[in-house]
């Protein structure tokens, strides 16, 4: 009995060292994100302390204060879950505290996935460390995929841990600063593995319809404050409209290359359409003035034609259910978007 015993020990513990090595990177990379987590979260600073610190500046203490009524607003008119979220403020000393990789087929808008134990599948990665990101590039840029390093302005722990304000958040303009919160607040709330394109764009749609609610709640809707936001919404709403029939023209274009065309003779065609697309977005105009969120700097790939659609591609879907099966009541839509997305297919 005992030899038994002994060998099914034996058994277990190679098993154990077999997935540990197997999981050995992922491991690696898991602790590395969890030591940049927690040095963010044992920094960070309660906001009734931050509130009661003379040095900190009046013009920033109100921003907190903001923050803490959108918190409000999000629970108590639109349903988010309740939670200690942005209660606490860290001083990132103006640095960039978050680097994401994303990668994508270069003749496909497809994008490579890492796979997380906890989290299933995801379309981008996420360092504290900007030198890991570049590395982790590299990677996929040798094995001949399109890449992009981008910079996180603020994301969610999914209820892990006690999400932060950033100081970053206290510069931004009370529409966008309520769309962000938000945003991540949905997160945190209702958030289903293996279906980033959904979450994003579930977030994106409540971030920006919550912020508006909110904006006409605090200031009104004649206010400088809504009549800002609204006026930059329909730019931007252009913008995404524009970027995304680009995605759909590319599309077309990808699925006509056949193997007798060369790596450079795709790359001409690709390359020739991206360029045609974004100067395109020149004559795009609202009341007769040109659209300032144009791209600037070098020729993007596809990993930005795949933002666009992971973040914008379902909104239409969500406005017109919100506002058809449930009358623009968020509180009736979150608690639909629970029961059919029970806790078994979240986290």
Not at 162 to 191: A, C, V, W
Not at 271 to 296: A, C, Y
Request: hydrophobic share 35%; glycine share 6%; proline share 4%.
């Amino acid at each position: 009995m005992k030899r038994k015993l002994k060998r099914a020990g034996l058994i277990l513990v190679g098993i154990l060292l077999i997935m540990i090595v197997w999981n050995l990177q992922l491991i690696i990379y898991g602790l590395g994100q969890l030591k940049g987590q927690l040095t963010i979260v044992w920094n960070a600073r309660p906001i009734t302390e931050v509130m009661q610190d003379k040095s900190f500046p009046d013009s920033l203490k109100t921003k907190l204060a903001l923050i803490q009524e959108i918190r409000s607003f999000a629970i108590d008119s639109l349903g988010i879950n309740e939670s200690d979220n942005y209660t606490t403020l860290f001083d990132q000393k103006g640095k960039t505290l978050m680097w994401v990789v994303t990668a994508c087929d270069p003749y496909e808008l497809k994008p490579h996935q890492w796979e997380y134990s906890f989290l299933g599948s995801m379309p981008y990665k996420g360092f504290f460390d900007s030198l890991k990101a570049v590395k982790e590039e590299k990677i996929w840029k040798g094995k001949g995929l399109d890449t992009d390093i981008g910079t996180a302005a603020g994301w969610s722990t999914l209820g892990w841990f006690k999400d932060p304000i950033l100081s970053s958040m206290l510069y931004r303009q009370p529409g966008s600063l309520s769309n962000l919160i938000i945003h991540e607040l949905t997160h945190g709330t209702l958030f289903i593995k293996d279906n980033i394109e959904y979450n994003e764009n579930l977030a994106d749609f409540v971030g920006d319809e919550g912020a508006k609610l909110f904006l006409i709640h605090k200031y009104g809707k004649e206010s400088p404050e809504y009549t800002k936001y609204t006026s930059r919404k329909i730019y931007r709403e252009k913008h995404y409209s524009h970027i995304l029939r680009g995605s759909q023209q590319l599309d077309s274009l990808y699925k006509t290359f056949t193997n007798k065309l060369t790596t450079q003779q795709k790359d001409t065609l690709k390359f020739r359409l991206i360029r045609q697309i974004i100067q395109s977005e020149d004559t795009i105009t609202v009341n007769g003035k040109p659209n300032p969120l144009g791209w600037e700097g070098p020729l993007p790939n596809n990993t930005f034609f795949m933002e666009y659609i992971r973040y914008r591609a379902k909104q239409n879907q969500f406005e017109e259910e919100f506002r058809t099966k449930f009358n623009s009541d968020f509180k009736r839509y979150f608690a639909y978007l629970k029961k059919k997305y029970p806790k078994e297919s979240m986290l």
